[in-house]
């Protein structure tokens, strides 16, 4: 069998964290390093990325807030699990009014999740294990409070003052909008502020005023902040909303839309077309500017991934014509993937066709703003099973959002006991609509999305000493809804993923192939089907998305090996001739 077993290591089981003493902590009964198969294909186009919300991972120091010690007494669950990248939520500092989102200093750590030099760790212990580190980066807006910001609303003479987007009002006292530009969230983005009675424009929240990049001074500056991250060792930056880093200079009105809701794939919405507000052509040119930096920076390569929204070709052009702008872009649209051969089949379809070489898609199901995936499967563990298996098989860049490969799943949180500030914009909706929306995709309180990883089954499910208050509520849960519980079982939803993750490492046709997608008239309509090639390599992939068992008839695999979802062991194909109830299998050459 392919070293499948390789990094069946019991050392490896996650300990309840006492994460001071393992910081540092040598390399005794650390597993090794993930060995980097010799490739042509870019690291960051081959690699399985971990999502981690620093908040809710892991709480180290027992105050009941995730921090980075909590997180750094975890590396080694990460690397058990078999994760290559670990894209970190951001931990900056902040007033953490939006949670680490409304950035008040670049360049420090908000104390309650650690210093800079805990920082330095993290990086320098994530590359021991031989995994790459993904930092978030909010280029859109800062904090309120960060102090250009507080320069810049001072007076109109102040020199920070042009580094955000500061417009008079229309009517005889300024006292409308400058024009009729929505936020993010609906409503007018446009904020009046006391000192100048000018309107500072923010694409999202009030308290996130967007930079104006239109002032060379504020690019430069931005950009010397990617930079400083990336020269710490960092091997990629993940881009909070890209789409509206340039508005339109002329400040004309939005056009009228009929449309009133957003969506992953059309985030037009609020009655207009977000015509002058996303989706520049000024932050496409910006997205090439930053790639040439990245680019330029010494050592391994880096990678940036975007956070888009729009269809597949609208986001393809974020990557540049000729591959030259950002690396990646998050797809949004399988957040909205019907569970059925035909939703996923139409889904890879789209993403081949608008990401075809030497581009990359990406394939997302969950982060911090979303509903938890697992809802839209009913929280069946098989067919969370069979969506793993897709999403690790499929060609593009795997985004696994912490707590899925547990099948955790949101808690609903009345709006009003939302700590997260768009529950609190959204307050006076009723609960069947939030409950509407949430089916639909859109969280109104994420504090659902974001509670605290369960670890075991113990206080505070081991995402904090028992004697500690958790920021978000531990609900009580299944005994086996956690890491402790799964790590022992081998039918648990944890093992699926971590023998999936060793089988998309080992195999190169998995992590770099080609891919074809069967339109097979002879296959069963729930079964979606490709075959992954790499240099004469072939792996065929068979995925059952209907709750019955289907005949099929796998005698031209004779003779290869056969990895099942259901089973999480390697057979021989022959001895097949049907496929159960959500079952995936993955038909490869023993070498
Ligand atoms: O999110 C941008 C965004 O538009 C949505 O994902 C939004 O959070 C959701 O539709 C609300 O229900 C990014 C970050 O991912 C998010 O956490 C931040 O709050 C936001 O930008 C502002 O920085
Ligand atoms: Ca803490």
Not at 51 to 66: E, K, L, T
Not at 286 to 301: H, K, M, S, W
């Amino acid at each position: 069998m392919l070293g499948l077993s390789q990094v069946e290591d019991p050392s490896m089981r996650a300990q309840p964290s006492s994460a001071m003493e393992k910081k540092g902590a040598g390399a005794a009964g650390r597993p090794p390093p993930v060995t980097e198969p010799a490739s042509t294909v870019p690291w960051w186009k081959r690699t399985t990325v971990y999502q981690v919300y620093p908040r809710s991972f892991a709480d180290g120091n027992g105050d009941g807030v995730g921090d980075i010690a909590g997180i750094l007494g975890r590396l080694d669950y990460l690397r058990w699990l078999g994760v290559e990248t670990i894209w970190l939520s951001p931990f900056y500092e902040s007033p953490q009014a939006d949670f680490g989102y409304d950035i008040s200093d670049h360049f420090a750590i908000a104390p309650e999740y650690g210093s800079l030099a805990d920082a330095a760790c993290l990086i320098r212990e994530i590359h021991a294990r031989g995994m790459k580190v993904v930092f978030d980066m909010v280029l859109n807006h800062t904090s309120a409070a960060h102090p250009w910001f507080v320069a810049s609303r001072l007076s109109r003479e102040d020199p920070k003052r042009d580094w955000y987007i500061w417009r008079p009002g229309r009517g005889s006292r300024g006292q409308h909008p400058p024009n009729n530009w929505k936020s993010m969230l609906g409503g007018s983005g446009w904020h009046r502020d006391e000192a100048t009675g000018d309107w500072y424009w923010a694409s999202f929240l009030p308290f996130q005023p967007d930079l104006n990049y239109r002032n060379p001074a504020v690019k430069a500056q931005m950009l010397d902040v990617v930079r400083h991250w990336l020269e710490e060792g960092v091997d990629g930056l993940r881009l909070d909303i890209f789409n509206a880093i340039f508005k339109d200079a002329s400040f004309c009105d939005n056009p009228f839309s009929f449309r009133a809701v957003p969506s992953e794939h059309n985030p037009h919405g609020f009655f207009q077309r977000n015509q002058h507000t996303i989706d520049h052509p000024d932050t496409l040119a910006f997205a090439r500017e930053l790639r040439a930096v990245v680019d330029g920076i010494e050592g391994p390569p880096r990678f940036l991934v975007g956070e888009v929204f729009g269809d597949a070709d609208m986001l393809r052009r974020y990557c540049g014509a000729k591959a030259d702008g950002l690396h990646l872009v998050f797809l949004f649209k399988t957040l909205g993937m019907r569970f059925s051969g035909r939703g996923v089949r139409a889904v890879i379809a789209e993403f081949e066709r608008a990401f075809p070489e030497p581009f990359s898609p990406t394939y997302v199901f969950g982060n911090h703003d979303r509903p938890r995936f697992i809802h839209r499967l009913d929280l069946h563990h098989e067919k969370a099973k069979l969506l793993a298996m897709l999403q690790l098989t499929v060609r593009g860049v795997p985004f696994i959002y912490y707590g899925e490969e547990i099948g955790m799943r949101h808690h609903e949180i009345p709006l009003h006991e939302g700590l997260d500030p768009v529950a609190a914009r959204y307050r006076f909706v009723p609960r069947w609509l939030v409950g509407f929306l949430r089916t639909r995709g859109i969280l109104l309180n994420r504090d659902e999305c974001r509670l605290p990883m369960r670890w075991d089954d113990g206080p505070n499910a081991g995402f904090a000493p028992a004697t500690a208050q958790p920021w978000l509520p531990v609900p009580a849960e299944s005994p086996s809804l956690n890491v402790a519980a799964q790590q022992g079982d081998p039918a648990s939803l944890l093992s699926c993923y971590r023998g999936l993750l060793a089988l998309r490492r080992e195999i190169p046709a998995l992590h770099c192939g080609a891919l074809d997608l069967r339109e097979d008239s002879a296959l069963p309509a729930a079964v979606v089907a490709y075959r992954r090639t790499c240099a004469g390599e072939t792996v065929d992939v068979f995925l059952n998305f209907g709750g019955r068992e289907v005949e099929l008839d796998l005698a031209e695999h004779a003779g290869r090996a056969l990895y099942s979802n259901r089973t999480g062991e390697v057979e021989a194909a022959v001895a097949r001739r049907t496929l159960g109830a959500y079952e995936g299998v993955v038909l490869f050459d023993r070498r």
